[in-house]
């Protein structure tokens, strides 16, 4: 890997990855800014501004900034998660300065129109309606509310329909300004690309950027607890939790393998034994979300009404037996994978600067791939079973379902049966 690093005088930071063999770069700006930044009253402005952003500025309107993109075979695209908001194009490698001016243009020189405001707000409120009607993302919602309960970072990514609805261009643009950053903003580009070259870009483009001053998030408590929604949807939706670990702690690769030990794939032992040995549901597995603070744990599966009062044993039964036992041929296995997954996501420059922006935000640095392998190595059997045995049997469960879950346990059973 060739990655390089360069810090303006504003506190942006300019990452690179040169793949001089491709004929095209993909390149963006990551901004250390989600949900969990926002104030109660802007409850799913981080995301209602990501659309926004493409909805014109000073010099172009909206058509523009698409055809501007697409005339040279380009796209762009953005995302929002809990602590961070991506706004990223592919281009060909001599358009690279053009997707900078583009970005560079949206973050900075967005007009936030009334009228194009009114209407995507309308169209976010279709996607919180889209949300509700799919179990599979509501009940990670209810699972997150019911983890971290009364804290941005429980919050939703979409916000509710009235909360959107309260938003003007006025609230937009003071969020922005509070968050939006030099220090707290990353432009990243893989593929054929010149760092120097980027970098004059990101001095000429980003010269007027505030240095810093965005508050710190609120710190993240979690508590556990439960949410639950009896629906008619045919699937009962279940997600089970625990505290995890954030991603400069302790215990963090432990439990990364921990997961994937559990439920990261087809021989993994919760598929095997709750789907594959038991038939009790079609799709079962674990996760582990790291944050800044802190992190959850997670085991979640879809099943059938009458198979939900046999399913919760046998997961927290598979919990319980990672306290007891982990093998080394599992703990192979999963490095294995972990490599495997970190080297063919080498092969995608989308996937190498969205990793290199996010290691920024989240580490200061770019973390080269055999420092992540040489750790992931270093964790041992023992290590995955103490940290395990941390997870599961000290700190409150979190549980959340939607749809048919009259039989489902409640949280302090799930509680007693695990700690038993």
Same mark, same amino acid.
């Given at each position: ?40 009253t802007?409850?799913?402005?981080s995301?209602l ?9 000073k010099?172009?309107?909206?058509l ?12 762009l ?16 490698k ?29 169209v976010i ?56 950053v ?18 004059n870009v990101?001095?000429e483009?980003?010269?007027?950027l505030?240095?810093?001053? =965005?508050? #710190?998030? $609120?710190? !993240?408590?979690? *508590?556990?607890?439960?949410? &639950?929604?009896?629906?008619?949807? /045919? ?5 089970i939790?625990?505290?995890g ?31 594959e ?21 997670g ?14 044993p ?15 041929e ?20 989308? =996937?190498? #600067?969205? $990793?290199? !922006?996010?290691? *920024?935000?989240l580490?200061? &640095?770019?973390?080269?791939?055999? /420092?992540t ?11 995955v ?21 009259g ?14």
């Amino acid at each position: 890997m060739s990655v390089q690093s360069t810090t303006l005088d504003n506190g942006m930071v300019v990452l690179t990855d040169d793949m001089p063999h491709l004929e095209s770069a993909s390149l963006g700006v990551w901004v250390k800014a989600g949900a969990r930044s926002e104030r109660k009253t802007e409850h799913g402005i981080s995301h209602l501004l990501e659309h926004m952003a493409f909805k014109g500025t000073k010099t172009r309107n909206a058509l523009n900034i698409a055809e501007a993109i697409e005339n040279v075979g380009g796209d762009l695209n953005a995302a929002t998660s809990i602590e961070h908001t991506g706004y990223f194009a592919r281009v060909l490698k001599e358009d690279v300065v053009l997707a900078a001016d583009i970005l560079s243009d949206i973050l900075q020189n967005s007009l936030f129109d009334e009228e194009e405001l009114t209407r995507e707000k309308q169209v976010i409120v279709q996607e919180i309606g889209a949300a509700r009607d799919n179990p599979d993302d509501q009940v990670f919602d209810l699972f997150q509310q019911a983890a971290f309960p009364s804290q941005p970072i429980g919050r939703t990514i979409l916000g509710t329909v009235d909360s959107v609805r309260a938003f003007n261009p006025d609230t937009i643009r003071k969020y922005m300004n509070r968050n939006y950053v030099g220090d707290h903003m990353v432009m990243a580009a893989a593929g054929n690309v010149d760092h120097d070259g980027l970098v004059n870009v990101a001095r000429e483009h980003f010269s007027t950027l505030k240095p810093n001053g =965005a508050p #710190a998030p $609120q710190r !993240a408590e979690y *508590q556990g607890g439960q949410e &639950r929604l009896v629906s008619e949807h /045919e699937q009962a939706h279940i997600v089970i939790g625990f505290e995890g670990r954030a991603y400069n702690a302790d215990g963090f690769y432990a439990a990364q393998v921990l997961a994937s030990i559990l439920g990261g794939g087809m021989s993994s032992r919760l598929f095997q034994e709750v789907r594959e040995k038991r038939g009790l549901c079609y799709s079962v597995y674990s996760f582990h979300w790291a944050f800044a603070d802190s992190g959850v744990f997670g085991v979640a599966a879809a099943t059938g009404e009458e198979e939900v009062a046999d399913l919760v044993p046998v997961v927290l039964d598979e919990l319980k037996r990672a306290t007891e036992h982990i093998t080394e041929e599992e703990v192979v296995r999963v490095r294995n994978q972990i490599r495997a997954g970190l080297l063919m996501s080498l092969e995608s420059p989308s =996937a190498r #600067a969205g $990793q290199l !922006a996010r290691q *920024q935000i989240l580490w200061g &640095r770019p973390i080269p791939m055999q /420092e992540t392998v040489n750790r992931i190595n270093a964790i041992t059997t023992r290590r995955v079973q103490e940290v395990a045995e941390q997870i599961f049997t000290s700190g409150a469960p979190t549980l959340a379902g939607i749809g048919p879950i009259g039989n489902l346990a409640d949280v302090e059973a799930i509680s007693d049966h695990i700690k038993r």
